[in-house]
């Protein structure tokens, strides 16, 4: 018997990142644009939209290697709600709405966003209401356990020009001590305005799903496996970590060559010294699946292989070709999982180098695996719509992935017979073709990247693994989407209709 079987019904999503969305101050943000996205999805019958990490990001941008497990990225606070709660002026975000629409500029938002955000916390401070004043004061409360260290690792981050708290002085690294090392008026005022901005983050992302839901549309998020070296999570808890007394990583994580990357791609982040986690009960675990869930409807864990074994690389490495695969927890961590949430919705990553072993732990969890078209035309045969079952969610490609169209264009002549073969196709729209296949399809749950259903190219892309700048910087324009709206918009409806989606 499968501990979390939960898709039972058939439905279609769109993968699309809330930095990529339209808005007139450089980034996409949790405002009114995030809502005409979700009344276009409603408009078409989509239920579901998938998002990557909404985590505060640091060197590389990367949601994926965030400073908290926890914490929010404060960069998507709307600036333009703050002014209609005249916690700041037009004037205020003029230079911010100086910055490209068509993509995301970070050393710009790094710059010119921390004074606007820091100005808007100083106006609540001076001039919030009573209400609005206890409704921080309970958020702190609430959240206190992971909300002070956090605001206090990136406080002292500011102290210390940026630098990984691994390059903190001594009297700093270790947590309980940074308590009685820095205590002075300015850093509480900055540790305060942290809590603030996360307070702000939450209170606008859980409006914006409460609003989803009013539209028929669920929120599926997303959270790595691992946590970054440089998180308040390992500085605040490093004995939940393979380290040594030196704070020093014994191991870290990664994977082996593969598909991306012929070095194999070396993250970097801590491994989690297991036996102390199940010494817990895996409390820290609890917490954070407990915190998504407040944030999210339906959760994919990334890297869902690791938990049945992971890959250690010497701490020292630098690349990831030399590795040791060391058991993880395995069913025991989900049935710890199942006994909090019972009705918890997962989705397992188990893409990758896959084993008899994965695929056991997989079933046993009952979470929907995924399969990616893209591998499928490429020879990867169990991840083509044939061999879909209906406990699984499919994709043409993910954020890792290049766009639909990026995708065919590389591709030699065999496979692009193969395709054409395949689909019944000419091959002119390969985005469309996937999409119009996913619906089809047995899997249960079917998502596409926006990309593809606005038959972009790898200009669009998103992500490219192992590159490790000028990634997660695309963004579409509100013209874009209503001119999807207006072209495809019914016949996507229809697509819902025929395949009971």
């Keep these: 018997m499968s501990l979390f079987p939960w898709l039972k019904t058939r439905a279609a999503g769109v993968l699309l990142h809330p930095t990529s969305l339209p808005g007139p101050t450089g980034i996409g943000t949790f405002g009114s644009y995030a809502r ?20 505060p990001t640091g060197y590389g941008d990367s949601p994926y290697q965030c400073f908290s497990a926890f914490a929010g990225n404060p ?30 500029d970070y050393g ?29 004061s309970a958020f702190k409360k609430i959240n206190n356990t992971w909300l002070q260290p956090f605001a206090r690792f990136v406080a002292l981050k500011g102290r210390f020009q940026g630098k990984s708290w691994l390059e903190w002085p001594s009297d700093c690294r270790f947590y309980a001590k940074s308590k009685k090392a820095v205590h002075d008026k300015e850093f509480e005022i900055e540790t305060d305005a942290q809590a603030w901005y996360q307070f702000a983050f939450f209170r ?52 082996p060559p593969d598909y991306f990357a012929e070095d194999g791609q070396l993250w970097g982040n ?42 250690c690389i010497p701490a020292t490495a630098i690349n990831a070709r030399h590795f040791e695969w060391i058991k993880g927890p395995g069913l025991e961590l989900f049935v710890a999982i199942q006994k909090s949430f019972p009705e918890a919705k997962l989705i397992a990553e188990d893409l990758g180098v896959i084993t008899d072993p994965v695929r056991t732990l997989v079933a046993e969890v009952g979470a929907p695996g995924m ?6 035309f490429e020879g990867a045969t169990e991840y083509l719509p044939h061999s879909a079952i209906p406990n699984s969610v499919l994709y043409p490609g993910t954020h890792d992935n290049d766009t639909a169209i990026g995708w ?17 196709v000419p091959g002119h729209t390969p985005g469309w073709d996937m999409i119009r296949a996913g619906y089809a399809s047995a899997c249960n749950l079917f998502i596409a990247p926006l990309q593809d259903f606005m038959s972009l ?41 025929l395949y009971q989606r």
């Design 75 to 104: 960069y998507l606070i709307d600036l333009e709600s703050l002014v209609e709660e005249k916690l700041l002026q037009e004037p205020d975000l003029g230079e911010l709405r100086k910055l490209a629409p068509e993509m995301v």
């Design 270 to 311: 801590p491994l989690y010294a297991w036996e102390k986690h199940q010494d817990t009960g895996y409390a820290w675990w609890l917490a954070r699946l407990r915190s998504s869930f407040e944030l999210y409807d339906v959760l994919r864990i990334d890297h869902f292989r690791g938990f049945e074994a992971y890959c």
């Design 408 to 424: 065919f264009s590389k591709q030699p002549e065999g496979i692009h017979d193969f395709f054409r073969r395949y689909l019944r």
């Design 204 to 255: 606008q992302w859980l409006r914006l799903k409460q609003f989803a839901h009013q539209h028929q549309v669920q929120i599926i998020g997303d959270i790595p496996i691992f946590v970054s070296m440089d998180s308040a999570d390992v500085w605040t808890n490093p004995g939940l970590f393979q380290m040594n007394r030196k704070l020093e990583p014994t191991g870290v994580a990664g994977v």
């Design 108 to 136: 710009a938002q790094w710059i010119l966003r921390w004074p606007v955000l820091l100005k808007a916390y100083q106006n609540f401070i001076d001039s919030a209401s009573n209400a609005a004043r206890k409704e921080f």
């Design 457 to 497: 190219g790898s200009e669009a892309r998103l992500n490219t693994p192992g590159q490790a700048a000028g990634n997660w910087h695309w963004r579409f324009t509100s013209e874009q989407l209503e001119r999807l709206h207006n072209e495809a918009g019914s016949h996507l409806k229809e697509l819902a209709e």
């Design 36 to 55: 005409d996205f979700i009344l276009f999805l409603s408009n078409c019958g989509i239920k579901y939209w998938q998002v990557c990490p909404l985590g």
């Design 371 to 376: 399969k990616v078209m893209q591998f499928g």
